[in-house]
């Protein structure tokens, strides 16, 4: 089979190529990154799939197959860039489906379409709507880009649409919302609370595209692989030293101090949990993962081991005023 992979150079969409291109398929992919050591036989255009170069590879390469990986987050691009790449660049390939006869396209998106909201239910199903865009804007795009990739079920009924919305990604290449939670040595959390996180190894997540693209399921599904894990377990198994501090300091300190730089929206992450029911796409598809919860975080402390000790006078002065604990 063809496969066009959009995003190509990410660290799960590598490992997305190599698990097909091992299964005899052929890959072409598109991305602005480079793949340095990218297999000889997995040609990589370097061109903005929004961009007419990237249409050319649609009508020369003619693929069967399309995985949209080219999504970004507000870890990676701010402001008004980010909604053209995620909703216009999303428009522009299910555009290209359609024009150039795809027969399957696969949109990767996130669990966090769900949004994190105290009244939510423990666990998400695949027909429930977006919440809480009000309180983090920066995934509007996201979960606009998502929707429209749902429409295609029904405006293109002859393309066999499946939209994945997969939960955090954590190993060896540090990449990711989660992994970027983890990065320093201290780990904030919102003082009174530890939700739970839902977690895959980035070889279970390739796995599961893959099989995707090879099982062809059309519909809607939510992709997760062992038990969540409370953050503060999850801080904790990396050798990282959790900072439970309260929501206005913790606003304060975001991008300062070793702490992580995230939108002030990201703190209702640290609240409340975002867990999906993954049951529909294990019966679509017979999906198992191979990773469970301690390997995946194993795999990525010895990859990332925690950064080393600094001076760090703001904590101290702040558990003198009584500010934080843990």
Request: net charge positive.
């Amino acid at each position: 089979m063809r496969v066009l992979i959009l995003g190509i150079s990410g660290a799960v969409a590598q490992r997305v190529a190599l698990q097909l291109r091992a299964k005899g398929h052929t890959v072409v992919g598109i991305d602005t990154r480079p793949w340095e050591d990218a297999p000889a036989d997995i040609e990589v255009h370097e061109v903005d799939l929004r961009k007419r170069p990237a249409e050319e590879v649609f009508r020369t390469f003619r693929p069967e197959a399309v995985v949209h990986m080219a999504t970004v987050t507000s870890l990676r691009v701010q402001g008004e860039e980010r909604h053209r790449i995620n909703l216009g660049g999303t428009r522009t390939v299910f555009e290209h489906c359609h024009t150039y006869g795809v027969k399957h396209a696969v949109f990767v998106g996130r669990h966090t379409f769900y949004g994190a909201a105290p009244d939510s239910a423990l666990y998400h199903t695949e027909d429930e709507p977006p919440k809480e865009l009000a309180s983090f804007p920066e995934l509007a795009d996201l979960v606009a880009a998502d929707l429209y990739a749902s429409t295609a079920l029904w405006r293109n009924p002859e393309l066999t649409t499946s939209v994945l919305r997969v939960s955090y990604t954590l190993g060896t290449s540090a990449q990711g919302t989660l992994a970027t939670f983890l990065r320093g040595r201290r780990v904030p959390m919102v003082a009174g609370y530890d939700p739970l996180f839902q977690f895959m190894h980035e070889e279970d997540v390739a796995a599961a595209i893959a099989l995707t693209v090879e099982k062809r399921v059309r519909g809607v599904f939510n992709v997760a692989g062992p038990q969540p894990l409370p953050l503060s377990v999850i801080i904790r198994q990396a050798r990282r030293i959790p900072v439970p501090l309260p929501m206005m300091v913790l606003r304060q300190l975001l991008g300062r101090f070793g702490l992580p730089r995230l939108p002030s929206g990201a703190l209702y992450h640290l609240q409340y949990p975002i867990v999906v029911d993954a049951r529909a796409f294990r019966t679509a598809t017979g999906f198992t993962y191979r990773y469970d919860e301690v390997r995946t975080i194993q795999a990525f402390l010895e990859a990332h081991p925690p950064p080393r000790a600094r001076r760090e006078e703001l904590f101290d002065r702040l558990e003198s005023l009584g500010l934080m604990r843990g």
